[in-house]
Nanobody
Framework: VQLAESGGGLVQSGGSLRLSCAAS????????IGWFRQTPGKEREGISC????????VYADSVKGRFTISRDNAKNSLYLEMNDLKPEDTAVYYC?????????????????????WGKGTQVTVSS
């Protein structure tokens, strides 16, 4: 599976962006998929995930109520709608997929659960 993010950019505080992640090579439908972000010197942070099987969506507390994750199986794509952006949301955003075809919620935010990654897209929020 190859993943490619797009949609990042520069936005003012309070603004919105929609990130996309296009998959190729294999269908994402059976996989648990998510979004992570990383800033220099910090660990890659899990921010949202779609749990495989029932499609439950989960979010980190830092983005809950502002970000919405969704998928379009027909387009083999994952999305992240980001509203009310804040300067602390500035980071490189990555989409990721777990090819094991298992469902789990307890560790969805862990980087090491995912084996396919995109190259990332930069999001910068100015104050």
């Amino acid at each position: 599976v190859q993943l490619a993010e797009s949609g990042g950019g520069l936005v003012q505080s309070g603004g919105s962006l929609r990130l996309s992640c296009a998959a190729s090579g294999y269908s994402l439908e059976p996989y648990q998929i998510g979004w992570f972000r990383q800033t220099p010197g910090k660990e890659r942070e899990g921010i949202s995930c779609i749990i495989s099987g029932d499609g439950t969506t989960v979010y980190a507390d830092s983005v809950k109520g502002r970000f919405t994750i969704s998928r379009d199986n027909a387009k083999n794509s994952l999305y992240l709608e980001m509203n009310d952006l804040k300067p602390e949301d500035t980071a490189v955003y990555y989409c990721a997929a777990d090819s094991r075809r298992i469902s789990y919620e307890s560790t969805w935010y862990r980087r090491d659960e995912f084996d396919y990654w995109g190259k990332g897209t930069q999001v910068t929020v100015s104050s």
